[in-house]
């Protein structure tokens, strides 16, 4: 079993959670920045394959095991839009959170299907050519909400409103967060892969 991973990610948020999570495996997660990773093509129009080749690529350059999450929202009534473009829905310079949350809102004004839900692909690979990629999917289930709520989260989480505990993922504590979300789930389905593998002692 490795003790040190990548994550193929430059965002501040996923890596403390995922610190966060692989801490109780004694795993520590590195930045890819910290290898300074040159940014990753994500040409595909999935989001496995996405994961995959940002997961190869970060483990070709750093040498080490390496994980990605490639996440997103997609909307019910947009066919599953922004999807894979989640991150640069509204465009890429510069992206950001609220131009994404206002373009969403505005495609969904006067749509009476406001549901949508959260997808996270996590790819595991143990090194560049790894023949086994280990994929775990989780999907966070909520409806869009105009009016943003919370100060915590990042991305659309102010607007993605679970009727159940009957908040925004944004009014959630990250303990609670940490415990049902999307990259949550997909955490939980990785960890028992991971167990088949590498058993605990």
Not at 88 to 111: T, W
Not at 127 to 138: S, V
Request: proline share 8%; charged share 25%.
């Amino acid at each position: 079993m490795f003790d040190q991973i990548v994550l193929a990610s430059g965002n501040a948020g996923k890596l403390k959670e995922f610190s966060r999570w692989f801490a109780r495996r004694r795993i520590e997660v590195l930045p890819q920045s910290h290898f300074n990773v040159p940014e990753c093509p994500e040409p595909h129009p999935t989001f496995i394959e996405n994961a995959i080749t940002k997961a190869r690529h970060a483990s070709k350059h750093s040498g080490k095991p390496a994980l990605a999450d490639d996440s997103g929202i997609c909307a019910r009534a947009l066919g599953g839009a922004p999807g894979i473009y989640s991150a640069r829905f509204a465009g890429e310079n510069p992206k950001s959170d609220a131009a994404n949350n206002a373009k969403l809102s505005a495609e969904l004004a006067g749509k009476a299907d406001k549901n949508c839900y959260y997808v996270c692909v996590l790819a595991l690979v143990r090194h560049e050519n790894d023949p086994q990629p280990l994929i775990a999917e989780g999907i966070w289930r909520g409806v869009w909400q105009d009016k943003p709520a919370g100060g915590n989260g990042f991305g659309y989480d102010p607007h993605f409103f679970l009727p159940e505990p009957g908040c925004t993922a944004a009014e959630l504590d990250p303990e609670t967060k940490n415990r049902i979300s999307h990259r949550a789930l997909a955490l939980e389905t990785l960890e028992k892969k991971i167990d088949l593998l590498y058993p605990q002692p």
